[in-house]
């Protein structure tokens, strides 16, 4: 039975991929090829990441042709104006993808380069495009609309297109799976605290608003991007340092967030660093704590009524310390950690808040992987 699909995620110097069940929802192996262009890797170009992916998964005993595979899918950071479904590839759709790689430079590049050989290296299936954009596709106006220049946004594509979405969608049915709820019923804010980090306010399975803009660096302070900051900056720095506008750029996105203000990106070392009295440590905590907190409040106001809140990803997944100050204080708003329950660790979907929180705080492991290898699925039946 064809019922398998490779769920392969390209970045610039990473190959992630994982062999996927979708219908019992097994991962049958994974992995992740790193160091990509690195002469010390011996690993060139995508290609040769594949080759090596293909080997591993050899050495497990699986062979990709003949292991009953029905699809691949691909996960893609930006669909830009045009994708927002899943989207089986063609030449055409490969044409049009080239287009959308303008508006996200950093990151559709290294994805077009795994579709392209991965397309070559395994001819036989169809190959399905899953954006991280499409959930966020149906943004109301008001959340999705700069304020800038009506004309010269329409012209550019300006819009806020939100990231992470197939994150977002994912927890967030999973929070109402475990919440015994109809998604449909619940008003939901989602924190996706990763190396990149998102914030979503979903109303009604719906989408009212995200913290990521045109491209991933808007919003909260994650690893190495600043997320909000005044655009004055960007124009003073090429005016007065004389940056370009590729470094304020590259500074933004590489050399920002927890990097920029500690030095350190990865929470767990910048937690010991706190508790070793670092005092930049300590102010990136609180920067990161602060736009978080600005965040969720933002979107208690929007939603009006809010049932749940969800952690997931990395940081929100395992770092109790950020889901206690993130919601601490907030009673009068409906919102009571448990810090006993806070505390414990625990494998999969569970509660954090008391019994008598009125919003349910959750902490909800991701499965990005098999939320695409579910959208493939549909996308290949359609
Ligand atoms: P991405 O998929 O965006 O690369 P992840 O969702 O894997 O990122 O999250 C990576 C982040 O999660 C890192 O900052 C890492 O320090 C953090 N993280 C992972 N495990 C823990 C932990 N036990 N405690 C605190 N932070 C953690």
Redesign the pocket.
């Known amino acids: 039975m064809f019922r398998r699909v490779l769920v392969l995620n390209s970045g610039s110097s990473s190959l992630k991929y994982q062999l996927i069940e979708p219908d019992s929802g097994t991962s049958l192996a994974d992995g992740i090829v790193e160091q990509i262009g690195e002469p010390s890797s011996g690993v060139a170009d995508h290609g040769a990441a594949l080759q090596v992916a293909f080997e591993k998964l050899c050495d497990q005993g699986i062979d990709l042709n003949a292991c009953g595979l029905a699809a691949v899918g691909h996960r893609v950071v930006h669909g830009g104006p045009v994708f927002y479904r899943p989207t089986v590839i063609d030449d055409a759709v490969i044409a049009e993808l080239e287009q959308v790689s303008v508006l996200a430079p950093l990151h559709n590049p290294p994805a077009l380069q795994g579709i392209e050989v991965a397309r070559a290296m395994l001819s036989s299936v169809p190959h399905v495009a899953v954006f991280d954009t499409a959930f966020f596709h149906d943004l109301p106006a008001a959340a999705a609309t700069y304020a800038i220049d009506r004309e010269l946004a329409k012209k550019w594509h300006i819009r806020r297109y939100g990231f992470h979405g197939t994150s977002h969608r994912y927890v967030s049915q999973q929070a109402a799976a475990f919440l015994y709820q109809p998604w449909e019923k619940l008003n939901q804010i989602v924190l996706h605290l990763?190396?990149?980090a998102s914030a979503s306010a979903i109303a009604g399975g719906r989408p009212v608003d995200t913290s990521m803009g045109l491209t991933p660096l808007e919003g909260l302070v994650m690893?190495t991007r600043s997320g909000d900051i005044d655009a004055g900056i960007v124009s003073y720095l090429h005016r007065e340092a004389e940056m370009s506008v590729d470094d304020i750029e590259s500074m933004l996105n590489h050399r920002s967030g927890l990097l920029g203000l500690a030095g350190e990106?990865?929470?767990?070392r910048l937690?010991q660093m706190i508790e070793s009295g670092d005092s930049s440590a300590r102010l990136a905590y609180d920067v990161f704590i602060h736009r978080l907190r600005k965040y969720i409040g933002g979107y208690l106001a929007i939603l009006g009524r809010t049932d749940a809140i969800s952690f997931t990803?990395?940081?929100g997944e395992?770092?109790a310390t950020v889901r206690l100050d993130a919601l601490s204080g907030l009673e009068g708003l409906g919102i009571e950690i448990d810090e006993r329950r806070n505390a414990a660790s625990g494998k999969g979907a569970r509660r954090i808040s008391t019994e008598a929180s009125a919003i349910a705080v959750l902490v909800v492991p991701t499965n990005e992987e098999l939320a695409i290898a579910r959208d493939c699925m549909r996308a290949i039946k359609a």
């Open positions: 990763g190396n990149g690893g990106r990865d929470f767990r937690h990803a990395g940081v395992n770092a």
